[in-house]
Nanobody, 122 residues
Framework: QVQLVESGGGLVQAGGSLRLSCAAS????????MGWFRQALGMEREFVAT????????YYPDSVKGRFTISRDNAKNTVYLEMNSLKPEDTAVYYC???????????????WGQGTQVTVSS
């Protein structure tokens, strides 16, 4: 069993930065790939970033590549999402999730956090 708790969301102006954190409980955190997803109001959930168990492999969609960085600290059971050059279209609820393997497909993630709101004003 893995429990995930996100934090760090908030209101920021366009061009600004935020760092989201996701604290995990459970001894298997370091063995799992982690991902970040987001869901804007009225929209489908969207893949944002994923990182493998060691942190040595990451993947992003074009919409955030070069602006967002996912990282993890297995000693702290925490995964991070550093978001720079934020745009109004980045506004969404951001979720972290855990998966047995690195994947962009949300259906393959079996543990999810409750989400944290990120709002980017223009």
């Amino acid at each position: 069993q893995v429990q995930l708790v996100e934090s760090g969301g908030g209101l920021v102006q366009a061009g600004g930065s935020l760092r989201l954190s996701c604290a995990a409980s459970g001894r298997t955190f370091s063995a799992r790939a982690m991902g970040w997803f987001r869901q804007a109001l009225g929209m489908e959930r969207e893949f944002v970033a994923t990182i493998n168990w060691s942190g040595g492999s990451t993947y992003y969609p074009d919409s955030v590549k070069g602006r967002f960085t996912i990282s993890r600290d297995n000693a702290k059971n925490t995964v991070y999402l550093e978001m720079n050059s934020l745009k109004p279209e980045d506004t969404a609820v951001y979720y972290c999730a855990a998966s047995p393997r690195t994947t962009v497909l949300d259906g393959n993630y079996n543990y999810w956090g409750q989400g944290t709101q990120v709002t980017v004003s223009s």
